[in-house]
């Protein structure tokens, strides 16, 4: 005596446990993947934080690279000067401490060299 029972569409009660351990496996699969991409975003969320905090002025050249190259592809110059605009606004104090120390330096230094170059006695010229 056949003991299995037919379905609306002529599924069995054996074909139905099949694809519901079918369905199981790839609920699984699916589960682990997600997992496996959650891990992935937060390996690469913490390497962007990481990479941010030790080197803060990676964003703003970032920025103004993205930008001039937006600004080139669309050729105009006031969105080129409108990014770049931003991306200098959004600078890191540490980035404008380190251009404005460099400023110093190279402002000194070039007094330095001036006044170096006026401690040298220029020769006379005899008017007769």
């Given at each position: 005596m056949d003991t299995t029972t037919h379905g609306k569409n002529g599924t069995t009660?054996?074909?139905?446990?099949?694809?519901?351990?079918e369905v199981?496996?790839?609920?699984?699969a699916i589960k682990?993947?997600?997992?496996?991409?959650?891990?992935?975003?937060?390996?690469?969320?913490?390497k962007v934080e990481m990479v941010l905090h030790e080197?803060?002025?990676?964003l703003p050249a970032a920025a103004g690279a993205l930008g001039l190259g937006v600004g080139v592809l669309i050729g105009s110059k006031?969105?080129?000067m409108l990014v770049l605009g931003a991306a200098g606004a959004m600078m890191s104090?540490?980035?404008?401490a380190q251009a404005f120390k460099m400023g110093?330096?190279?402002?000194?230094?070039l007094s330095e060299s001036l006044e170096d170059s006026e401690d040298i006695e220029?020769?006379?010229t005899g008017t007769v």
């Open positions: 009660h054996k074909n139905l446990e099949a694809i519901d351990q199981e496996q790839v609920e699984t682990h993947r997600v997992e496996m991409v959650g891990d992935v975003v937060e390996d690469i969320r913490d080197r803060p002025y990676l006031l969105s080129r104090d540490t980035v404008r110093k330096e190279f402002l000194h230094n220029e020769p006379t």
